[in-house]
């Protein structure tokens, strides 16, 4: 038997492990956290990894979990071993399919990182919620608590439901077990041979569904035998657990660990013991040993084999001596007699005493923990069993938060400790672009690797796409590593990123003596002083050692831009000594060698080249007697921010959040908007500066502008009077607003430094071409004067809406954006839509938004993009799932037109009491142009006050309802993954509805927010996970499909091609009294390119007739005209031009250059295949003369 | 007609080599190459900066955004290697190889000594009969000497010669202050041929939207003069073997440059304006000249106008240059 090796992997890889090797058929679709499975799965297939029996397992991506689960239906009836990957929601689509699969004894294996599920808010982290509403499937449950554990319960899982023919759920905690890194044994094909019941296999097989022995399965069955049928699964869940045992065992006898149903950890003669499954477990573990090494005398129960429920066995493991039992669930059940593990524990006990087995119950307590990834400590561990050595210990309690609404929190002391001092622990806080993340996953291999001991790294990430903080735990020492929970206690603390020393407490986890090292702009020299007061006040009072090295100077130097990765990994070993210094830096470059090999010799040595000269550069600083420093940390938000603002929402921005009581946050998920503004980024280190004297006031800047950070104003010169000093203008270019002056200008701490702004000015200084009307400058010395000028800048008065063009570019763009400071990508290519949507119709608009990228930077909190103007209108944003967007966005418009239409009844019955006129002028009003809206309203506010004293039910109930009066606009927003994938059966039937909501695809071609899965909007030749050999099928038509209805108003935008033509079609498609559909190009970080090119990328989409821009009108059609506009050329440039300058194109011609060649002449023929069908549809369409068309209208 | 020549040592059937250029990128084209007549061809250029920048954006955007947000660690599959290095290069030699029997010469273009040595060895592994070294330089840095850029070149051409057994031809530009004096460097320090001269693409000013860019204009005639010019003065005072290229276009600047003393003419612009068959029209055309001529064979014209050759050796000086103003007057 061959020697098993160790390997220092995360819990998804090593699930995956054993999954893929087991496994015939997996069908997945991505979720976080469980998408890494997959997407192994999907590479070693691809790079042709066989599986146990020799054969390359086929992977397949489906169009959502619902359809993948059905497919691993289809394979296990038809005798593949099959599995799939999923989380959370993603695993409540497999319910009905996984009810099927039980009820037909079908084995198969799902593992799950198990996920929040999305309640009052989505969460992609862990907890149980999920698998728990999966109990009443009849699937087995296996619970996994490490990583290793991870990859061994796989194992068990795969041969217990081939043995027991009961379908499993094997899960582990998402983030906290799937993308911890720990070092590992790895489990050989030979065990896995060794494992699997070659008879059981065979049996599997011979019930498969075939021609050959036909047969039937599936039927529907009457009162008379569905019941009876129903039991005959009664023996097989009556064996699960022996044979589960049964299994456990054999692995212990091939691999030496051994497993129960459930594992007991503690005294023998325990009083106290504390039941638990998943990560917690270990904690738990962790904590016991500690405490009973202490004198105490109690006890941890894991889970492992949740369902079958095995109560003979729970019970045989627990102490005859316990005298309280405290069982802990990671979900909750609001309105349950108490959470699900609580309540079998209970009825084992209960039961056992009712049938005479037992003679008295322990006290048996039930409490809540953990619930999306929140801490799981030693400390609360101790809490939990300190409750039950009380008097009345409290019941129904939660342990880790301090809920203080109805007091169920047990208190306990953070301060308690199990770290082992033997264990060195170390805190990386780094930006998420510099690549501290990817290096400290390389120093764990590495030191997992090259020396004895183990290893942990945990990581952590905030909540925005453009300029995150990271921060990466790592754990190493000469045992193995049980602590599931986040450093608190560091030996070593590094701030990668200088900027966050003012923002963000990094030395309240660093222990007494500690190293912080320090990435620093200064010369070493000068450092000191330029710590913020309270960092060297830590500094002293902890007689912390501090190290400073300029990291940004030696990558510059050695060709590594910004990535100060493997500077700053250079430093930690040569500081924490944990390897000899040679040895350390030869290790380093080996590991780089091994990572950046495969991207070029130049890649390994400009990294070698950094290694090299890292330690010249690096410094111990004294640390003088006294905080001497003139500069302080930053407060979150300022003082004149709202009192939620400060109270709640500030704390969560400088990662706080977790000290915020139950009482502090709303009930229902419901938040206020506008609130990006308060945060203050400050992570544009370059900004535009505008130049009065070559713009042409075009607004293109202000347009394209990710993150709304850049805005044109035209006012009254006056105004100027009190203007801060050097505060630009320039008099107004047009009719419009003659007499007017023009600023146009740029929020100096909310830009992202993108560059996009520049490349779309059109202007050039004609003195010096390289310039234009906005160029780049370093922020630091100018934000304060640009700060002043903004702050004068959003005081002045807003452009009044009837008087600009709106439909125009420029115009629009004198427009408040109601979209402000997203936690978008800089450059973000799908965010300058939503903010054009909110300039024009922001302030009546209601959104549905699916989960994605928009619905991270247009929900994840903190804080929330959307902006209320000064009439206290702005746009009101929901996200209700990512397959059931379409459906959710009608149920808004369903309501918009019932209470529109109720209130026009309650209008015409109150018509003599509310005055003829003003019924009149209420209900004719038509509501097509800014102004008429702006009528409209104002005869809603006389109707409210007309209506405001009166006391029948018909008044009150139009007067709840009087401002529905006022054309509302729904918009359905999300990306392709949503449109054309899981979401595209409802967003079908919601266009066809014939409803007046207005759909907005912002199509990335692939999946963005989850990591760059392919969608069924990939490009041919594209790369993409799941088409890592380049999508071999075209692009999906959806405009086209679309536009077969001919009452849908369709439209393809791409704002870098034809800027004008997205205003337009966003105008029109408002307008249009039915269903509308733009879908629109966004460039994305997820194609490998420049981002602050990204238009550019926009307008080659275009000109090589990949993405031609075209406008269906059924308006155009009923008067009789063409509806269909074609606003893009013909084909003007290769498709190649378009392709080969992004990497998810352009990588393949490096990986697999003749496929390139052969998909790129046939992305090059769909190119212009669809150019000239386009063409001749237009034709088509086009009505002949004296022909009156009769196409278009809405039956409703 | 004998139209043989000998060009790096290979014995050629005839004067016409199409020269580097996206012709000789792809194997179909270089087949019809062949069949039109083409005597031997040189392979596009390998661009080791090419490679290098390649390299870093895949690096860089494979890379960029990753390990920043939870849900979005990194946005691409990770392929098991990537061929970044030359081999795409050298599979197309090798399959040039065994698609033809005329001689294929690989072109390089490198920018580190490394590059120029390793990539060499390698061409001449996959199978190239000769080389080009393509030392596309343009001295933009003032500080740097013609001292320092000569030097250059001989050091890329001993470097290359250490590590290669078959011929070596330098592709050279005209922009030396002593042209003649760097030839006999090169052919000193070993150089088996010199292919005069290197055509830089020149760059333009779009006036609308005041941004300069490469302007890219194919040869035309009048341009093969220069080349004429200075293997008409260099034919005989070098061992190396004399191509000339740029401006080639028809039977009658074939002639006029074997004529001059050039072993070979390169051709690139016709061919692409033309297409391949447009080498059979030129063979035919000078072989009717010749015929027509009375001349036996190229070997018997070649040289024949060279500076040594002609009556009025002065006319390839700057007495020339008196003439062709006086012409005007």
Request: hydrophobic letters at 40%.
């Amino acid at each position: 038997m061959s020697k098993r090796r160790m390997v220092t992997i995360d819990g998804n890889q090593a699930a995956a492990h054993v999954a893929h090797a087991l496994s015939e058929v997996i069908a997945i679709y991505p979720i976080t956290p469980s998408s890494p499975m997959g997407e192994w799965s999907d590479e070693w297939s691809a790079g042709g990894r066989a599986n146990l029996w020799g054969t390359i397992p086929h992977v397949i991506e489906m169009q959502s979990e619902g359809g993948a689960c059905a497919s691993v239906h289809g394979a296990a009836t038809t005798g593949a071993l099959t599995c799939t990957f999923t989380a959370s929601q993603g695993l409540l689509l497999m319910i009905p399919t996984m009810f099927k699969m039980a009820g037909e004894l079908l084995p198969t294996v799902f593992h799950i990182t198990a996920r929040t599920v999305a309640t009052h808010a989505l969460s992609i982290f862990g907890d149980h919620s999920d698998v728990m509403a999966c109990r009443s499937t009849g699937f087995g449950m296996l619970a996994s608590g490490s990583v290793q554990e991870a990859m061994d319960l796989a194992l068990v899982s795969h041969a217990a439901t081939l043995e027991s023919r009961v379908p499993f759920m094997h899960f582990f905690d998402g983030f906290r077990t799937s993308h911890e890194v720990q070092k590992i044994e790895e489990l050989t094909l030979e065990d896995m041979r060794a494992m699997l019941n070659a008879e059981a296999l065979a049996a599997h097989r011979a019930r498969a569904l075939t021609p050959d022995r036909p047969m039937l399965r599936g039927t529907a069955q009457n009162p008379d035998v569905f019941f009876q049928a129903r039991e005959t699964v009664n023996p097989f869940y009556r064996d699960c657990p022996a044979v589960v045992q049964r299994v456990m065992d054999r692995f212990a006898e091939v691999v030496g660990r051994s497993y129960h149903l459930f594992d007991y950890v503690g005294a023998p003669d325990a009083e106290r013991v504390i039941v638990l499954m998943g990560s917690g477990a270990e904690v738990a573990h962790e904590a016991v040993e500690a405490l009973n090494s202490r004198g105490a005398k109690v006890g941890v129960v894991k889970v492992r084999l949740y369902r079958p429920w095995a109560p003979a066995a729970l019970l045989a493991a627990i102490p005859p001596t316990v005298k309280a039992v405290a069982v802990l669930d990671r979900t909750k059940e609001p309105g349950a007699a108490g959470e699900p593990l609580y309540k079998d524990v209970l009825s084992a006990f209960g039961e056992a005493v009712a049938s005479g087995q037992r003679t008295g119950l322990p006290r048996i307590v039930g409490g809540r923990y953990g619930l999306s990834s929140k801490e799981f400590t030693p400390a609360m561990v101790k809490g939990v069993l300190d409750n039950l050595a009380a008097a009345t210990p409290k019941n129904h309690f939660t342990i880790g938060i301090h809920e203080d609404v109805t007091h169920s929190s047990l208190p306990y002391d953070p301060k308690f400790s199990t770290e082992d001092p033997g264990v060195v622990r170390a805190l990386f806080y780094g930006l998420g672009a510099d690549g501290t993340v990817g290096a400290n996953k390389n120093s764990i291999k590495i030191i997992g690797e090259d020396t004895p001991n183990y290893a942990q790294g945990y990581f952590v990430y905030d909540s925005k796409k453009a300029g995150s903080m990271t921060v990466s735990h790592l754990r190493f020492g000469p045992k193995p590593i049980r602590s599931s929970y986040l450093i608190t206690e560091a030996n070593f603390v590094a701030c990668h990123n200088w900027a966050f020393l003012e923002r963000y407490d990094m030395l309240s986890s660093a222990l007494p003596g500690a190293v912080f090292l320090l990435n620093t702009p200064y010369p070493a020299s000068e450092t000191w002083d330029k710590l913020p007061f309270e960092v060297q006040q830590q500094i002293i009072a902890k007689k912390l050692k501090l190290y400073a090295i300029d990291g940004y100077k030696v990558a510059k130097d050695t060709g590594m831009g910004g990535r100060v990765n493997t500077i700053m990994q250079t430093c930690f070993f040569a500081i924490s000594g944990i390897l000899p210094k040679d040895q350390a830096i030869t290790a380093i470059k080996n590991a780089i060698k091994k990572e950046y090999g495969r991207k070029g010799e130049e890649v390994v040595k400009k990294n070698w080249a950094a290694v090299d000269q890292t330690l010249d550069n690096l410094h111990e600083i004294p640390v003088p007697a006294r905080a001497t420093s003139t500069l302080h940390v930053r407060p979150p938000v300022p003082e004149e921010a709202p009192a939620f603002v400060k109270e709640v929402l500030g704390p969560m921005m400088v990662f706080r959040g977790d000290e915020l009581p139950t009482s502090k946050l709303p009930s229902d998920g419901t938040f206020p908007t506008h609130t990006t503004r308060w945060e203050k980024r400050n992570i544009g280190i370059e900004i535009p500066v505008w130049d009065a004297d070559t713009c042409v006031q075009c607004g293109k800047c202000a347009l394209v502008c990710p993150h709304a950070a850049i805005r044109m104003k035209a006012y009254d010169p006056a105004l100027l009077k009190d203007a801060p000093a050097g505060f630009k203008s320039k008099k107004y270019i047009g009719k419009e607003l003659e007499g007017c002056v023009v600023t146009v200008q740029v929020a100096p701490e909310d830009c992202t430094g993108c560059g996009v702004c520049v490349e779309a000015c059109p202007a050039k200084n004609k003195r010096e071409t390289r310039l234009k009307a906005i160029n780049m400058e370093f922020q630091p010395p100018i934000r304060e004067r640009e700060r002043a000028n903004y702050a004068f800048f959003l005081d002045l008065p807003e452009v009044d809406r009837q008087k600009v063009k709106v439909n125009t570019v420029k115009g629009s763009q004198f427009l408040q954006p109601l979209f402000e400071y997203s936690g978008a990508c800089s450059g973000c290519g799908e965010t300058p839509y939503i903010k054009l949507l909110t300039q024009l119709f922001g302030d009546r608009a209601i959104i549905a938004n699916a989960t994605g990228c928009s619905s991270i930077y247009g929900g994840n909190l903190p804080t929330a993009p959307w902006v209320v103007n000064k009439d206290g209108r702005g746009p009101a944003w929901c996200n209700s799932l990512f397959e059931d967007n379409a459906e959710f966005g009608l149920g808004y418009r369903l309501t918009l037109d019932k209470h529109a239409e109720y209130a026009r009844e309650l209008l015409t019955r109150l018509r003599d009491t509310l005055g003829g006129d003003l019924a009149d002028a209420l209900l004719k009003a038509p509501q097509k142009t800014d102004a008429d809206i702006a009528a409209q309203r104002e005869r809603v506010a006389a109707l409210k006050k007309k209506l405001a004293g009166q006391t029948s039910t018909e008044a009150r109930s139009l007067l709840e309802l009087a401002d529905v009066l006022v054309k509302k606009s729904v918009w359905i927003v999300g990306g392709d993954g949503w449109a054309y994938d899981i979401g595209y059966g409802g967003l079908d039937h919601v266009l066809a509805t014939g409803r007046n909501v207005n759909v907005l695809v912002l199509d990335t071609e692939v999946y963005s927010n989850t990591g760059g899965q392919c969608s069924k909007s990939t490009p041919r030749g594209a790369v993409a996970k799941f088409a890592a050999g380049g999508k071999p099928m075209n692009k999906k038509d959806m405009a086209l499909i679309a536009m077969t209805y001919g009452n849908i108003y369709v439209a393809k935008v791409a704002m870098g091609a034809n800027d004008q033509q997205t205003v337009k079609a966003f105008i029109e498609a408002e307008a249009y009294d039915g269903p509308s559909l733009i879908i629109a190009y966004s460039h994305c970080i997820a194609h490998g390119i420049n981002m602050r090119l990204g238009l550019d990328t926009q307008k080659k989409a275009v000109e090589s007739g990949h993405f031609p821009l075209l406008r269906f009108n059924p308006e155009l059609a009923a008067a009789g005209q063409n509806p269909l506009q074609l606003d893009s050329r013909k084909p003007s440039l290769r498709y190649e031009d378009f392709a080969y300058e992004q990497t998810r194109f352009k990588m393949l011609t490096k990986s697999k250059p003749e496929d390139a060649r052969v998909l790129l002449q046939l992305g090059q023929q769909d190119a212009l295949q669809r150019w000239r069908m386009y063409e001749q549809l237009a034709t088509l369409f086009a009505p002949a003369s004296g022909e009156n068309a009769t196409a278009g209208g809405n039956g409703h | 007609m004998d139209l043989s020549t000998t060009y790096l040592g290979l014995r050629l059937k005839n004067p016409l080599v199409p020269s580097s250029s996206p012709l000789t990128a792809s194997l179909d084209s270089i087949r019809r190459l062949e069949d039109a007549g083409a005597s031997a061809v040189v392979l596009h250029s390998l661009f080791e900066e090419q490679l290098t920048h390649e390299a870093a954006a895949l690096d860089h955007h494979l890379s960029a955004g990753t390990e920043s947000f939870a849900e979005s660690l990194t946005y691409f599959p990770k392929p098991e290697e990537f061929r970044l290095g030359p081999e795409e290069y050298l599979e197309h030699i090798r399959k040039a190889k065994s698609a033809v029997r005329i001689p294929v010469i690989a072109s390089l273009n490198g920018v580190t000594v490394g590059g120029w040595t390793e990539y060499a060895r390698q061409m001449q592994q996959a199978g190239a009969d000769a080389l080009e070294l393509n030392v596309y330089y343009v001295a933009t840095n003032p500080s740097l000497t013609s001292q320092a850029v000569e030097a250059l070149y001989v050091d890329i051409l001993a470097a290359v010669k250490r590590v290669v057994s078959i011929p070596v031809a330098m592709k050279l530009s005209p922009f030396f202050s002593a042209t003649g004096a760097m030839c006999r460097r090169l052919d000193e320090a070993g150089a088996d041929g010199l292919v005069l001269f290197n055509r830089f693409y020149q760059p333009d000013i779009d006036l609308e939207k005041l941004e300069v860019f490469p302007n890219l204009v194919l040869s035309t005639p009048h341009e093969m003069r220069l080349p004429l010019r200075w293997i008409a003065i260099l034919y005989t005072q070098v061992k190396a073997s004399l191509a000339a290229t740029t401006g080639v276009a028809t039977a009658h600047d074939v002639l006029k440059l074997v004529m001059a003393g050039a072993d070979v003419t390169q051709l690139c612009s016709v061919l692409l304006r033309k297409g391949p068959g447009e080498l059979k029209v030129i063979l035919d055309e000078l072989t009717t000249w010749m015929r027509d001529h009375e001349y036996e064979s190229l070997a018997q014209m070649k040289g024949s106008m060279s500076q040594r050759a002609v009556a009025d050796p002065a006319a390839f000086e700057r007495a020339n240059y008196m003439k062709v103003l006086a012409s005007y007057a």
